[in-house]
């Protein structure tokens, strides 16, 4: 069972911006980070099992995943957390906003949209957070 990381799309002002972020990246991007994650070896798992994602956290909502590539050396003995440049929408989950990334479980992840869903815009956080404990999302 893979583990995931989470992080706040700092400074994203709509879905379609954090797109264009990644439009232009090439085959990967990269995100420095002070510290190795502890529990590096469950998100990037050596015996070539799936490895966990970067899911992105937007007006406190959980609404797309990278996957985590590997994690590297970075300059100034900082690490970089290395993800394929492409975004996978999800099922929108409330998540509260936090700084630097989090550890999220794999029963906790949501999961993909299909081909066929759409999550259309976004709801507020406060909103999403009520219907999810009403359970209608």
Do not use: N
């Amino acid at each position: 069972m893979a583990l995931h990381l989470t992080k706040v799309a700092y400074g994203a002002t709509s879905l379609e911006e954090m797109r264009g972020w990644f439009a232009t990246r090439g085959d990967e991007a990269r995100l420095t980070t002070r510290y190795l994650p502890k529990r590096h070896e469950e998100i990037v798992p050596a015996d070539g099992s799936q490895p966990g994602s970067l899911f992105w956290i937007f007006k406190h909502q959980l609404v797309m995943r990278s996957p985590i590539l590997r994690f590297e050396e970075a300059e100034g003995g900082k690490t970089a957390i290395v993800i394929a440049p492409r975004l996978i929408e999800v099922h929108p989950r409330p998540k509260r906003a936090h700084q630097g990334w989090r550890y999220l479980e794999e029963a906790d992840a949501p999961a993909d949209l299909g081909a066929d869903e759409s999550a259309g815009e976004v709801l507020p956080g406060h909103l999403a957070a009520d219907l999810a404990r009403l359970g209608l999302v």
